[in-house]
């Protein structure tokens, strides 16, 4: 894995240094010698971390690091802040302006690869994340990046694992100042307590009694419901080697004990505010491809995705003998509801209308809006007689209830057409089958309408 490394200091040596250590483990490494250009690299989307340097005289890493998480732009890109100084208020300072962690020189080459692979690995899942999103925009669905910058990371929801009542009570009472805190003290229960729990950071004690601090964030890791789960380990000072090998298997973040409160509270807040980030843009682009397979007014799958489906649905029960029928309904005189009162009126009858097709049939069965004022069911495992009954069904319920329209003040009498045909004998085609369909649905409207036809060739 590699990934482009931007190295910001205004100190020749200190920026060579840290190129030929990265440029040895094979990341690609870019440089900055001021905060002006390293802000200009970044919103040019010319690197996927940046490590970056606090002492500069232009401006500090600290403004520099500010403004990066201030831009919708740059605010995802991952900031490690590389300095001499080491107290907490430091670390703090740099952790409220948006960094992601904190190196202080001289930086061991252990603890530099360590990070910035892990790093590497969470801005690849957020990059794909943002790439498949960023289609969202061009169907009317708002990006989550501004309100990403306005995120505060408070008001989590945060699982404790730790079995030192003095331990984690006083990490408790830091943490619910901000947050609503559950504690786990039995590590054999805690993979079900994060499993369970709508979680959006576990903090995970390493020196745990009797259990491994390490294969329980694997185990996290592992599930499907976990993966993308923060973690923060609590660690001892002299655990460097566990911390390296916790960065690994994808802890997201430590603490090295004694904990300093505020460094506690930063750096709890930069991971929720990480996981509310990319849970919006999963929610994008969830919303995306529902958009893509469904008809944005009656709330039904669309035509593509019906004849994607139904192809598949044709070769399955072919395959096991199995009946597959399909349905194709028309509204009658659809045209006379839009000129006589309105689209609306027509909007208000076509969605009505979709209500009570996903009442009239079960879970398996497939309902589409084919197009205009034309629907389509499919219905698998389903003979010519049994689908015959539930079109009858479905048009009987149609003519017998009035449709409200124009909220409510009016109501109108609406019939339909319904032509069925069912998969014939070996060979026979999803195209085909739709193609009976409509040839009976244009009997059933040239016969009168308001009735059901079925295929002749059944």
């Not at 703090?92 to 302006?97: I, M, Y």
């Not at 252990?110 to 790093?119: C, D, Q, T």
């Not at 505010?273 to 039904?300: F, G, P, Q, W």
């Not at 124009?406 to 319904?418: A, F, H, P, Y």
Request: aromatic share 4%.
């Amino acid at each position: 894995m590699t990934a482009r490394v931007l190295v910001v200091d205004d100190i020749p040596a200190n920026v060579k240094l840290l190129e030929a250590r990265l440029s040895a483990e094979y990341f690609d490494v870019s440089t900055a010698y001021s905060g002006a250009e390293a802000l200009t690299l970044a919103e040019r989307a010319e690197c996927d971390i940046i490590l970056l340097d606090v002492m500069m005289p232009d401006m500090d890493g600290f403004e520099v690091c500010r403004r990066l998480k201030a831009n919708p732009a740059t605010h995802h890109i991952p900031v490690v802040m590389v300095t001499a100084l080491d107290q907490p208020s430091d670390r703090v300072r740099g952790l409220e302006a948006g960094a992601d962690d904190f190196l202080t020189k001289p930086v061991t080459d252990v603890a530099l690869i360590s990070r910035v692979r892990s790093l590497a690995r969470l801005k690849m899942v957020t990059d794909e994340l943002r790439m498949r999103a960023l289609t969202t925009k061009e169907i009317g669905i708002q990006s989550p990046e501004r309100d990403a910058v306005a995120e505060t990371g408070r008001n989590g929801r945060i699982l404790i694992v730790d079995d030192r009542q003095s331990s984690y009570e006083r990490v408790v009472q830091t943490l619910q100042t901000e947050h609503s805190v559950d504690v786990q003290p039995d590590p054999n229960e805690a993979l079900f307590s994060v499993a369970e729990g709508d979680y959006e950071l576990v903090i995970i004690s390493l020196g745990l009694k009797d259990h491994d601090g390490l294969r329980l964030c694997s185990q996290i890791r592992s599930l499907e419901r976990t993966r993308n789960l923060p973690i923060l380990a609590i660690a001892e000072a002299d655990n460097n080697a566990r911390l390296v090998r916790g960065l690994e298997i994808g802890v997201n973040d430590y603490l090295i004990r004694p904990i300093d409160k505020n460094e506690m509270l930063a750096r709890v807040r930069t991971q929720i505010k990480k996981k509310r980030y990319t849970e919006r843009l999963r929610d994008n682009v969830a919303m995306s491809i529902e958009m893509a397979i469904t008809d944005a007014l009656t709330s039904l799958f669309n035509r593509r995705y019906m004849e994607t489906h139904l192809a598949a649905l044709t070769e399955q029960a072919a395959q096991r003998g199995k009946p597959l029928s399909v349905l194709i309904l028309d509204i009658d005189f659809f045209k006379s509801i839009n000129d006589g009162h309105g689209h609306d009126a027509g909007d208000d009858v076509l969605r009505e209308f979709s209500l009570r097709i996903r009442k009239s049939i079960r879970n398996i069965d497939l309902a589409c809006r084919y197009g205009g004022e034309e629907f389509v069911i499919v219905m698998p495992e389903t003979d010519m007689a049994v689908a015959g009954m539930v079109a009858e069904r479905i048009r009987r319920r149609i003519a017998t209830e009035p449709f409200a329209v124009q909220q409510g003040t009016k109501s109108l009498e609406v019939t339909i057409s319904i032509g069925i045909a069912s998969l014939g004998s070996e060979g026979d085609t999803a195209a085909a089958m739709l193609k009976r369909a409509d040839t009976a649905l244009y009997r059933a409207k040239r016969d009168g309408r308001n009735r059901v036809v079925q295929d002749a060739a059944a």
